[in-house]
């Protein structure tokens, strides 16, 4: 199949990233004695900052030539081709602002599909390096394809490894939640951050008033095929991890990603080893005991009876 070569340049804001990577050493800090804070902490962070900043230079460096291959442009006339390569380097750049830089390169692949919006499917593959593929209908505009949260939610997966058919739900949970995360941060949200959030999690609240777990009532939900809410009440997870992670480090579940990408995202294979990353990075078992929680509780003493 023939390809197009689409070399995207992204510069992430120096300052944003030095600023998540001090939060994240300052989260050692904190069991430090009082005596020793002044000049240790001092120290670390004059380290850090060094470090961050040598880690960027070279980050940065290798974002300019780092190159997505654009699959199946050949089906489409120029100017369409044109329009889908804009969407797509505004999709890439936008999650990238957001999740930070992925580690490893992408193949998006673009299939002609004729419906009534811009993306009417899309998944992911993760054979090889990971793939993203896109079917979609070019008689939409540009902004109609940058305003769709398709390509944010595909590409929010490739975040994280591929953690299996068991946990489906937290996948599609975590694109969920950031899809809107990458959107508000890019200014294409309509409205409020948790207004959306309220919007799309309260209808599904009422599935996980059961004495089931969490996590149970989740996956039964994907194997009926009942997706927004099986979608939606796992990205109810990830607003919980966020309003700790905020309360506890002063952080983001966003800022910790893109930490996350730089650390730990090639070496990690699965569920668990997913959760030890962002543990370890936070110090504290804050992920792993949230997830005991989905899988051992009742679904009812972990999700409220109303979003709020």
């Known amino acids: 199949m023939k390809y197009s070569l689409l070399t995207i340049s992204i510069k992430p804001t120096l300052a944003r990233l030095i600023l998540v990577k001090l939060r994240l050493v300052k989260l050692t800090l904190v069991k430090l004695t009082f005596v020793k804070l002044a000049f240790i902490k001092l120290a670390f962070v004059k380290l850090a900052f060094c470090c961050v900043f040598l880690m960027h230079c070279f980050h940065a460096m290798s974002v300019t030539q780092d190159q997505f291959k654009v699959h199946g442009l050949s089906a489409f006339e120029n100017e369409q081709a044109k329009m889908l390569k804009d969407w797509l380097t505004q999709g890439v750049n936008a999650t990238r602002d957001t999740l930070g830089v992925y580690p490893t390169p992408l193949a998006l692949h673009l299939y002609p599909r004729e419906s009534n919006q811009p993306v009417p499917w899309a998944y992911t593959r993760r054979d090889g390096k990971g793939s993203v593929h896109l079917h979609v209908d070019v008689r939409f505009g540009l902004t109609k394809f940058v305003d769709d949260w398709t390509i944010y939610h595909e590409l929010a997966h490739m975040a994280l490894p591929y953690l299996g058919d068991e946990y489906r739900w937290f996948s599609e949970g975590f694109a969920s ?132």
């Open 177 to 308: 939640f950031m899809q809107y995360q990458i959107m508000a941060q890019a200014g294409l949200l309509k409205g409020k951050l948790v207004d959306n959030y309220h919007t799309k999690i309260s209808p599904h609240l009422r599935w996980f008033n059961s004495d089931l777990t969490a996590a149970s009532i989740a996956t039964r939900l994907m194997d009926n095929q009942q997706y927004p809410a099986a979608y939606w009440g796992g990205a109810y997870f990830f607003i919980i991890a966020d309003q700790l992670l905020i309360k506890r480090h002063s952080t983001t579940l966003t800022e910790l990603i893109t930490h996350y990408q730089d650390c730990c995202r090639t070496h990690d294979k699965n569920l668990a080893d997913v959760v030890t990353s962002l543990d370890g990075i936070l110090n504290e078992a804050l992920f792993s005991r949230l997830l005991e929680q989905y899988e051992n509780k009742p679904a009812r003493e972990v999700y409220p009876e109303n979003f709020e």
